[in-house]
């Protein structure tokens, strides 16, 4: 196994990853779906509607419980599900947020191209990301 294949395994071993099926229904119960795929993406394959978009260079501060800078929202109970185009980046992502104290934070199996290939609801893209 490659060195990166064990970074992935160890960091989603501490995460429930969800389904686009199972995100889209926590989505609507109030979780949290943070989009921190880049902006080329984001433009020209959609993005989810209700979903926030925070830069990945941006994300812990965003979304640490104790950051100052974080959204206004974001508390260590919150449900955050991150997603990135095909689900890797969104699991480590995903795990540096747990290490930080969000609890419930985990990630998209598959991603937004997962999402979108469910039929799930997708808007037009180029959204600016959270300053």
Not at 38 to 60: D, K, S, T, W, Y
Request: charged fraction near 20%.
């Amino acid at each position: 196994m490659s060195a990166i294949d064990s970074f992935l395994e160890q960091a989603r071993s501490g995460l429930a990853r969800v389904d686009a099926a199972r995100a889209r229904e926590l989505q609507k119960a109030g979780a949290l779906l943070v989009d921190i795929r880049p902006f080329a993406n984001r433009q020209a394959e959609g993005e989810i509607p209700g979903a926030v978009v925070v830069e990945r260079i941006h994300l812990e501060w965003r979304l640490a419980p104790d950051s100052e800078w974080r959204l206004p929202s974001v508390t260590p109970e919150s449900t955050v599900i991150v997603l990135c185009n095909e689900g890797y980046s969104s699991s480590l992502a995903a795990a540096d947020l747990q290490r930080l104290g969000l609890r419930n934070a985990t990630d998209l199996e598959g991603g937004f191209r997962a999402w979108a290939a469910a039929g799930l609801p997708v808007q037009t893209g180029g959204s600016p990301a959270v300053p």
